[in-house]
């Protein structure tokens, strides 16, 4: 008997500065968590400066958010420098919106390619 399911969402090419920005994920943390019918008890956030390296190219920082749920929790960490963003979304509860969740967050982060894995958490061997 498992005790929740992880879902990783990797998103690559993801160019828009904007998708970077902590405050822009608070808010579209909210949204997801209403869309996937979870129970939000926090969110917090918190933004990288920019790092002057060869890598950067003069971009800024990344962030980090998280979503503290009754459920479980919901985080999100992106690298501009490398146009990545990952999510990491665990649920000990019902799976029934975590489509609609992967849904709204696939249509809200422009991206080229992404990768989805689904993870059975606590089950024994």
Known sequence: MTVGVSVLLDFFGVQSLEHHRADLWEELLERAIVVGNLTMLQIASHQFPGVIHQESQGKPGGATAFALLAESH????????????????????????????????????PHTTMTITRILRGEKE
């Open 74 to 109: 919901i985080s999100v960490h992106t690298w501009p420098e490398k146009a990545k963003i990952v999510i990491d979304v665990f649920t000990c509860g019902s799976e029934s919106g975590l489509t609609s969740l992967i849904d709204y967050l696939k249509a809200q982060v």
